[in-house]
């Protein structure tokens, strides 16, 4: 009797279960009988155990108990013990188990096994679950099965050797020689493994790939041997000799020549006569196309090459097999970039494939569709564009509707087909039109000002049809509110016109206004929608009155505040209604956060700044007191500028210090800074120097000196302006100055004049001198002319 | 390379799993749970391929089974539809007009198969009548019971 038997009968029994519990009832009686098994010594059936065990774990039922069983399984001489041992291994345990460590060994002993069959379990169990560990023990043996054993055990190695690279990068070294060497071997298992090999160490190394690339035409030979050569029953698939060779091959190629000339030259040929001679008419003809396909566009071809690449894809675009038409396109989207007129010239067939029924293939002619778009193509790409978007798949809608609007914003060849193609797309699929799309497409319609009237009867005929939409809705009372005036009128040159009543317009609105449909956003917008039309029309502005008023004790309270607001407008502010609701300038697209209205259509420009190099005198002093804010309290009157220089400064007053800056000697400009003395008293000094003036402010500096024998302690300086001059007093160098000239103290005084009043200052000292404190005030009516 | 493959029925039962990088058996278990769903809900005409996460999937039905594999990014789909078919050749030519049952009862040789035509998630012999023979061999030394260690097998069993 077979062991086996067993294991099928509860494989029978397991399937036999009616119910999930009954199943759980069996599984758990089988587990506690394979425990008990495990437990006891080997009886000859442990290998049938594990596996009846293995069959549970697929089951989805918890195995773990069985590793150490496979641990010992491995560790047995008996090849049936083994095999089921190492299945159990690669389904069990992974790196990250610690059982799996203790396989390592056995692994390393069944490598340099007798039998070719055990070598080849403990290769596939190392190329399935190898950790690091075990990958950079085990390596020197790998490499060693690579160069000297059978054609069996190489092809095993190879692909062994390139889990180790993927596990161990560094290790690649150990294994380039090796990968030399066998790609010429004629055996196609051993070929296929050192073409594997050969790709990952290439890809992971920029040094072993420069190395390869003198082995192009060695590859080259042997791909030509594979498709010129005859029918070969032992590798031939649908007419195709190896096809899983050859696209290895190919994509070996692709790596090798790209970005180097050298390497791609020594293939073009190649390429060229598999890209011709290759039968597609099955899918392993087109696996093969597919991948010279993606080689030549990834490598430096010539032109011809190309081209015939693109062509194939045409080709591939009108195949029956969908799977092929599918592929074709994520091709043409890799390089509708690059080759965009090549991939251009396959546009109708992409377009149809919008039609497919299978979905992928819908998303992929999709995006294709939308790279293609330019301005040559945008009408007719367009109107294939929305009449997809009315039959499209549910979860492409909102890709579409924005792919769509994409496209208009860059290549609209007119406003009035912009605004067309908006309203379609909202029409059709409304509510999957990402949030921007309204108040992007109020602003489009403000600025394309001879469309207002064409625009407001469009947008008043989707109203009426149906206000289920909220975008298209918003849009549409907008557009009533605004540009009402132009739908009553009854004349459009652009579209027939609509011969509508007041009172029609006003239904249509408060449809909207008392529709549940509506949401919140919309109802705001169809009230001050409403409310703007009080000023365009004529008649029925009681009406208005009316629905304005009764919002006002709304629920919503936004709707409340509007209405309550409104209300205000007509009773207290009748006489700001038409102004506040007159039409809006154009929106300035840049300007952040559209604001309603107020943003007066564009700025002014800055008048011209003239520097003056005078200030015009005023030729009354008198007249300008009442403007000075009396800070200083006392006295309403000017403190009489007698002690003052009064005169308007010029060239000619420059003071000390200007010869020496006079660099340019014989022009009328003085270099020198003049400044003013505008207090003298008690041997302390106080002059003013304008840094610099525009003719909105200017900077001055007062500089204090002392001429006394001893020092001026506790300065300050105090300043007044006049009320709509601003005034800036910086930190002052000191309050101490000393004594006999020996130094100064500076302070800056900022002044700003917006509105160009004439200037003034009052200037307030103190101080203590000898001992006594001192107080005055001085006016400054007239400043210097600045340095320059 | 390919990172695993599957094999399940129409109702989503698993008969098959091989997984070729290392993954926690939890997410083992949810990649299952997303394949089986994603598949089965394909119309009967789709294309065979699909885009998850970062893996290219492609899935063919055989009678009541459905063969999945999730591959790297940058390999030929075209290519892996054949391997799913070699695979299911090879499997009939061992079983002999393979149905579901065959690899429900003998899943452990399914496997066998499969190793002997992929390794560490390429092909590693492109010749149907190799593969075919080297699982013939490996059954034959299976029978033979006691085989001593360090019996040269290759001179009772030679290599193909």
Redesign the interface.
């Known amino acids: 009797m077979s062991p086996s038997v067993r294991l099928q009968e509860m494989i029978r029994v397991i399937r036999g279960a009616r119910t999930q519990g009954e199943e759980r009832g069996v599984i758990q009686r089988e587990c506690a009988a394979i425990r008990a098994q495990f437990r006891q010594a080997d009886n000859g059936t442990r290998s049938h155990n594990l596996a009846k065990l293995l069959y549970v774990h697929m089951l989805g039922y918890p195995a773990h108990f069985g590793q150490m069983e496979c641990v010992r399984l491995i560790a047995s001489p008996r090849y049936n013990e083994k095999r089921v041992g190492y299945l159990g291994a690669m389904m069990l345990l992974d790196e990250k188990q610690d059982a799996s460590l203790l396989i390592t060994n056995s692994i390393k002993n069944d490598l340099s096994h007798n039998s070719q069959y055990v070598q080849s379990l403990a290769l596939c169990t190392l190329a399935c679950m190898g950790s690091a560990e075990m990958c950079r023990d085990l390596a020197p043996e790998i490499d060693r099965l690579l160069r000297a054993s059978n054609s069996y055990i190489k092809k095993k190695a190879a692909l062994c050797a390139v889990h180790i690279v993927r596990k161990v990068p560094d290790l690649g070294e150990l294994f380039t020689p090796a990968a030399r060497s066998l790609l010429c071997e004629k055996n196609h298992g051993v070929l296929h493994g050192a073409v594997v090999l050969i790709t990952e160490l290439c890809e992971r190394n920029p040094d072993t790939l420069e190395q390869f690339r003198k082995v192009v035409p060695e590859l080259v030979q042997i791909m030509k041997g594979l498709v010129m050569s005859g029918y070969s029953p032992e590798h031939n698939v649908a007419g195709i000799s190896d096809p899983f060779l050859q696209v290895r091959i190919l994509r070996l190629l692709r790596i090798l020549g790209r970005n180097n000339d050298t390497a791609s030259d020594a293939m073009n040929d190649l390429l060229a006569q598999v890209a011709t001679n290759t039968d597609s008419s099955k899918t392993a003809g087109s696996a093969v196309l597919y991948e010279t396909v993606l080689t030549v566009m990834d490598i430096k071809s010539e032109s011809g090459l190309r081209v015939l690449a693109v062509n194939i894809l045409g080709r591939f675009l009108l195949n029956n097999d969908r799977n092929i038409r599918y592929i074709s396109m994520t091709s043409l989207q890799k390089i509708v970039q690059t080759d965009h007129n090549a991939v251009q010239r396959h546009r109708g067939t992409i377009v149809d494939c919008l039609k497919d029924q299978d979905a992928s293939v819908k998303r992929r002619a999709l995006e294709l569709s939308l790279a293609l778009v330019s301005a040559v193509n945008i009408r007719s790409l367009m109107k294939e564009l929305l009449l997809f978007l009315s039959s499209c798949p549910p979860e492409l809608r909102a890709h579409t509707t924005s792919g769509i609007f994409n496209a208009a914003e860059r290549y609209a060849p007119s406003q009035r087909w912009h605004i067309d193609t908006i309203l379609h797309v909202l029409t059709t699929a409304g509510g999957d039109v990402r949030d921007e799309t309204v108040p992007n497409l109020i602003q489009l319609i403000t600025t394309a000002t001879e469309l207002h009237c064409y625009t407001v009867h469009k947008l008043y005929r989707a109203l009426i049809t149906d206000i289920s939409v909220q975008s298209l809705v918003q849009v549409a009372c907008w557009c009533i509110g605004e540009y009402g005036d132009l739908l009553l009128r009854g004349e459009c040159e652009e579209t027939e016109p609509v011969q509508v009543t007041e009172d029609d317009v006003l239904d249509a609105l408060e449809t909207v206004l008392q529709s549940h449909m509506s949401s919140p956003a919309t109802r705001g917008f169809a009230l001050t929608a409403t409310m703007k039309l009080s000023t365009r029309i004529t008649h029925n502005v009681d009406r208005i009155r009316s629905i304005v008023s009764i919002y006002g004790s709304c629920i919503d309270v936004e709707l409340q505040q509007r209405a309550v607001e409104y209300n205000a407008l007509f009773k207290k502010y009748d006489h700001m209604r038409a102004a506040v609701l007159e039409r809006m300038p154009v929106i300035d697209k840049s300007s952040p956060g559209h604001t309603n209205g107020e943003s007066a259509g564009g700025i002014k420009e800055l008048e011209q700044t003239k520097l003056t190099q005078e200030v015009v005198l005023p030729k009354d002093p008198g007249n300008q007191v009442c403007d000075l804010l009396d800070l200083l309290g006392g006295s309403g009157e000017p403190v009489p500028s007698s002690g003052l220089s009064h005169t308007v400064p010029g060239p000619a007053t420059s003071t000390s210090g200007g010869d020496l800056l006079d660099l340019l000697g014989g022009l009328d400009v003085s270099p020198a800074p003049p400044s003013v003395k505008v207090y003298e008293k008690n041997g302390v000094t106080l002059k003013l120097q304008t840094d610099s003036q525009t003719d909105t402010g200017m900077t001055i500096t007062l500089t204090a000196t002392n001429s006394t024998d001893g020092d001026i302690t506790s300065l300050t300086l105090q300043a007044a302006v006049p009320k709509s001059v601003q005034l800036q007093m910086k930190a002052p160098s000191g309050d101490v100055i000393p004594a006999r000239g020996l130094g100064l103290v500076t302070q800056t005084v900022l002044l700003n004049n917006p509105n160009k009043v004439s200037l003034k200052m009052r200037v307030r000292v103190c101080y203590s001198s000898q001992g006594a404190v001192c107080q005055d005030t001085v006016q400054i009516d007239s400043f210097p002319s600045p340095a320059w | 390379m390919m990172r695993f493959l599957l094999l399940f029925s129409r109702q989503g039962k ?4 091989k997984w ?1 990088t ?3 058996e939890r997410e083992k ?1 949810k990649i299952v749970r997303d394949m089986t769903t994603m598949v089965l809900a394909r ?1 009967p ?6 885009h998850w996460k970062d893996l290219k999937i492609v899935y063919k039905r055989y009678a009541s089974l459905y063969f999945c594999c999730g591959l790297d990014a940058e390999e ?4 892996a ?3 799913l078919h ?1 695979y299911v050749e090879l499997l009939d030519k061992y079983f002999g007009n393979v149905c579901e049952l065959d690899i ?2 003998n ?2 040789k399914a ?2 198969i499969l ?1 002997e035509f992929l ?2 998630g ?9 593969v075919s023979r ?1 699982i013939e ?2 059954d034959m ?2 029978e ?11 001179s009772v069993f030679p ?2």
């Not at chain 2, 030929?76 to 290519?79: G, R, S, V």
């Not at chain 2, 092909?123 to 190799?130: G, H, L």
Request: glycine share 4%; charged share 25%; with cysteine.
């Open positions: 698993l008969r098959l799993q070729f290392p993954i926690p278990k119309k005409r789709s294309c065979n391929f699909l030929n789909e075209l290519i539809l054949e391997m070699r429900i009862f899943f452990e496997y066998f190793d390794l560490g390429e092909i590693q012999e492109t010749s149907k009548q190799v080297a061999a490996s030394l299976q033979v019971r006691c085989c001593p260690v360090g019996t040269d097998l290759r290599s193909s």
